[in-house]
């Protein structure tokens, strides 16, 4: 009998055991930091067994008793000195049984609590920062990310290396294996090593930008936006701009002001494609209907022959065409031409170049009535041909509402014709716009990071705004199609 009773008593003592070492590992995130006492005693038995679950919660304790003693006296400096040194007994300890989070952590504390308070030129200090790599890498072996990470960092800076230098072929592996493992910064590290042609015997553009977009995927901000430069500037990549449009506003949600304003940019760029098919032909037999088309061509040709497509854009502008007259204020704003043959209009105010004005009186233009400010266009002149063209209304509306030394800031103004473009031309950019200003919710300002209510008399409506962010999202527009969907996750059914 007595056979039988002993297996079944050691079975038990195990399952009791192991069920103890779970309400330990229970108390390091609550209980821990104001009942050390109670964790220490869960789990030492089974410690000094050699359980390694238990080493390392016991370990992991200790460390989160030391964080909780926050400017201690005199008399605890011992007592939190002597935290650390058992907390590293334990790890030590478990991470020798190949714990992988043992080891992840006892090189965190080593390199956290323990390197700094050595000197730098001690052998103590090269003997301790090499135990932090040799855990980090074994952790990073095991597929621990963060570990690779800090396995690459340590690399990058000579931590633990035996000579004490970066050791960069290393510290490019240990990125890359990071980031393929969904660590933004790693990611983001590698392309910049393949841009640079560090650690690698030259630098590969290619290779830098797959690792760049693979960060942008990964939720880094910066890497976004060089994301969406190179798609927009056809650099190392095929040019694709609504992928570059779709980068910049994920850069553009985390608050990168260049790239709201390339955002801006762009969603005209692209919201003018094709527009010159819903303008009618001219009663010029040399002007076309396909005239904003035939122009792009000769901006998108290389070289860029800038002078031909304004050109071509100056007669149909002079006619009243208004997605000419925008593409040729584009081309002066831009910089793309300073002067044009043939545009005998007024020259600079004194506050701008000549060109530059020259793209503010044609941005005008295009915008349509009420856009002018009094410059020499009169509004009857072609009056039969002049149709307001979106983009132009959005990109002049935007310019009025922030100011930017173009054109006088003017709220009411940037407003009236952004409200225009957005239920007279369905442009989708200026829709989701007028929804944010239309609106103080915070979280709409949030979202397009510009939301307050304008003092121009009007009452803004929930219906309104989800009428408007509606039509956007109809459009495809990224930056609609993600308020819609927290509104809906938020609001519920009423916006659903």
Known sequence: MASFVRPKATILVHLVLAALIDVCECGVKTVVPYNLEHCTKVTEYAANRGDKRAQYNLGF?????????????????????????????????????????????LAVLLEKHFLPHI??????????????????????RHGHTKAQHNTA??????????????????????????????DPFSAFAAARYWGKGTGVPEANMLNAVMWMEKAADLGHTQAAFNTATFYHRGQFVGKNLSTALRF????ADDGHEGAMNNAMLLQQEIGNEGFGESVPASKDGDITDDVCKRGNVFEQSSPPAYNQ?????????????????YRLALLYLRRHV??????????????????????????????????DNGDEYSDSENADKRHSDGPAMNHLGLLLLHGDGLVVKNAN?????????????????????????????????????????????????????????????????????????RLCGEKGGTWC
């Open 413 to 485: 103004k940037a407003y009236d014709l952004l409200a225009r473009a957005a239920y007279e031309t369905d442009h989708a950019g200026s829709q989701v716009q007028v929804a944010a200003l239309q609106h103080e919710a915070a979280d709409v300002a949030t979202w397009y990071q510009r939301g307050r209510l304008l003092g121009n008399g009007s009452t803004p409506t929930v219906a309104s705004m989800r009428e408007l962010l509606g039509r956007a999202a109809a459009h495809n527009h990224t930056t609609a199609l993600t308020a819609l969907a």
């Open 338 to 371: 300073t002067q044009v043959e043939g545009d005998v209009g007024g020259g600079s105010d004194g506050r701008l170049p000549r060109g530059r004005a020259r793209g503010v009186t044609w941005l005008r233009r295009a915008a349509g009535k009420g856009a």
């Open 248 to 251: 910049y506003h994920a850069a």
């Open 61 to 105: 304790c200790l460390i989160q008793a030391f964080s909780a003693k926050k400017n201690p006296s005199e008399s605890d400096k011992s007592r939190t000195s002597q935290l650390l040194s058992d907390s590293r007994y334990w790890l030590t300890r478990a991470a020798r049984q190949d714990d992988i989070e043992a080891q992840f952590q």
């Open 153 to 182: 960092v340590c690399f990058a800076e000579g931590t633990g290396t035996h000579d004490g230098t970066p050791h960069h072929a290393e510290a490019l592996h240990w990125f890359e294996a990071a980031g393929a493992g969904g």
């Open 309 to 325: 497509a304004a050109q071509m854009y100056l007669r149909a502008a002079q006619s009243g065409i208004a997605c000419a007259q």
């Open 119 to 140: 000197p730098l030129s001690s052998g103590e200090y090269s003997a301790v920062a090499q135990e932090v790599l040799k855990w980090y890498e074994r952790a990073a």
